[in-house]
């Protein structure tokens, strides 16, 4: 991997973190350190990072609540060949916009394209008991006993397509675990988070590449980036508040947060 492609990807992480434009995130990147890439040689301090980035997971891991956000965003780069040319292309993007149209004629497309490459859903993350639960208005989803569950807010619980559940390292307890297996890290930069003073670390973890924003003692925010071809996937995990009451949470039906404690 080039320098210069290293670099794009780490501005892409930060765009996808904190809603920069491109030449903001470019020109606030952290010392200009690349989030991936070949690591260069290893230093004592990076160690002392990677160690300082196991004990906060292994703290954050040991809570018994967090409010959590977790936040999936799709980027997708237009390539030339992609879309249909001809008579025969234009009548299918006119049938589809018309099936659209009759299916939710209050909805236009630019919107639900919109919704569809940022979705943000909120909730409650138990890491000590294994499960959470979080509510993106339209979808709710949980996991308790090992098993994760999708479907509409306040409906009871049904088993969720596996599609992302079986990805692994996909789920907010999976990116959070995936740190305690840190072999290196970086300390690029410091940014608050949800008021809290926090480090920058680009972290590797076996193959895996993340962001990661920590405090003294907790992981605040982790964010993983997927490349594939043109297509950007990025996953982010924001927690604060540890501690937060919860004692009146519903785990038997998925999460509405009518009535939820502040």
């Known amino acids: 991997m080039t320098r210069d492609r290293a670099r794009k990807k780490a501005i892409r992480r930060r765009m996808a973190a904190s ?26 301090d990076d160690a002392v990072a990677a160690r300082a980035i196991i004990a906060c997971a292994a703290t954050t891991l040991a809570e018994p609540s967090a409010r959590m956000e977790f936040r999936t965003d799709w980027e997708f780069a237009a390539r030339p060949g992609l879309r249909s040319t001809g008579l025969a292309g234009r009548l299918t993007r006119r049938a589809a916009r018309a099936a659209w149209a009759r299916a939710a004629p209050d909805t236009d497309i630019a919107s639900l394209r919109e919704a569809f490459a940022h979705q943000v859903a909120v909730g409650y993350l138990e890491p000590a008991r294994d499960r959470y639960l979080m509510n993106s208005g339209a979808y709710a989803e949980m996991r308790v006993d090992g098993t994760h569950f999708g479907g509409p807010p306040g409906a009871p619980l049904q088993r969720r397509p596996q599609s992302r559940a079986g990805a692994g390292a996909e789920e907010p307890l999976d990116l959070l675990r995936l740190l305690r297996a840190a072999t290196g890290a970086r300390f690029t930069g410091e940014e608050t988070l949800h008021g809290t003073a926090c480090r920058l670390a680009a972290v590797t973890a076996g193959s895996a590449e993340l962001a990661v924003w920590a405090d003294d003692e907790h ?35 998925l999460p509405s947060f009518d009535g939820l404690p502040e």
């Not at 925010?221 to 004692?247: C, E, H, M, N």
Request: proline share 11%; glycine share 12%.
């Open 219 to 253: 992981i605040r925010r982790i964010q993983r980036v997927y490349f594939a071809g043109s297509t950007t996937k990025s996953l982010t995990l924001d927690l604060w508040d540890f501690g937060v009451p919860v004692g009146e949470l519903d785990w038997s039906r």
């Open 19 to 44: 809603g920069e434009p491109y030449n903001v995130a470019a020109r606030k990147l952290p010392g200009q350190v690349p989030l991936s890439g070949p690591p260069g040689p290893a230093s004592a």
